[in-house]
């Protein structure tokens, strides 16, 4: 009798089921909501994403920014030898021919095949815009008159920081011909920076030519040397290494015909930016841990266009 009482009080107690991976199925009956098995950590993976880079191929994609680096350089030496009248307005204009020509040579050259009608519309727009920035140069002159030149100098070099800061060092500031992707904001801005800038130093040229010719020569380097460049660059990497060891040598005489003291400084930031940088980010990688498992949000395998 008891042992008939003991079989029967054994067959309805409750049986407890196993726990079962779900995402979607509420909680399971006797266990926790956040429950997890021994199997949990089993499918933990450490590292999985992190990319272990070369040394010289971390220098090699330094250059770019060593590039740009050199051009705006340039420009700003460009910039001081106008203001010291050095630079005549017309050997500006004898560099802005020169720059525009040279620049649409090379983009024949490395970009690839640019309709006629692309390459129309590119020539009248900068028509039209050269048009209209010599009417402007009136006002340009005149527009920072009642400010001193020595905020206008130390606005300049903060829109100038700014700029470096900004920009886009892996792609170009215009769309460049059969680019899929349009320019970032923060490249946008980064142009802008450079605009104003150009504008703050030609108001304090002395003549209206000047400051047409040298906000042409500016425009033209912000603008359309990324595109340059990034063209270069897409057509052969060692033709884009060459032109910037070339660049790089050529920024490098003309600041230490300038000062010497800046040219000692513009050789550290090169050394800094070439080769300290790359070092330390490949050392810096073996201190990098990542974790990777089933707590990890859900990625989609396919990408949405619509």
Not at 14 to 35: A, E
Not at 175 to 181: R, S, T
Not at 232 to 257: A, D, G, N, P
Request: glycine residues 4%.
């Amino acid at each position: 009798m008891i042992q008939m009482e003991a079989n029967i009080s054994g067959s309805s107690s409750p049986t407890h089921s196993k726990w079962r991976k779900v995402v979607y199925g509420g909680m399971q009956p006797g266990f926790d909501d956040n429950h997890t098995d021994e199997s949990f950590l089993e499918e933990m993976i450490m590292n999985a994403n992190v990319v272990k880079r070369d040394l010289l191929k971390v220098v090699l994609d330094a250059v770019s920014i060593s590039q740009y680096l050199c051009i705006v350089a340039l420009v700003v030496l460009v910039w001081t030898y106008t203001l010291r009248n050095t630079l005549n307005e017309k050997y500006l204009l004898f560099l802005n021919v020169s720059l525009l020509g040279s620049g649409f040579f090379i983009l024949l050259l490395t970009a690839d095949m640019i309709p006629f009608n692309l390459l129309l519309n590119y020539l009248l727009k900068n028509t039209f815009f050269i048009t209209a920035l010599y009417m402007l140069s009136p006002i340009y002159h005149t527009l920072t008159r009642s400010i001193s030149s020595n905020s206008i100098w130390a606005l300049t070099a903060s829109l100038l920081i700014l700029h470096l800061f900004l920009h886009n060092y892996s792609g170009s500031t215009v769309k460049a011909p059969g680019a899929l992707e349009n320019p970032t904001l923060t490249s946008n801005i980064s142009l802008n920076a450079s605009i104003v800038a150009s504008l703050l130093i030609s108001s304090r040229l002395p003549s209206r030519l000047h400051v047409f010719a040298i906000v042409l020569f500016s425009l033209q380097v912000f603008l359309f040397a990324p595109l340059v460049t990034y063209c270069v660059k897409k057509r052969s990497f060692k033709l884009h290494i060459c032109f910037s060891l070339q660049l790089l040598v050529l920024t490098l005489i003309f600041t230490y015909q300038l000062h010497k003291l800046l040219f000692i400084l513009l050789l550290g930031i090169f050394v800094f930016v070439n080769l300290v940088c790359p070092y330390w980010l490949i050392r810096i990688q073996e201190y990098k841990f990542e974790i990777n498992g089933p707590w990890d949000e859900a990625k989609l395998c396919f990408n949405i266009t619509e």
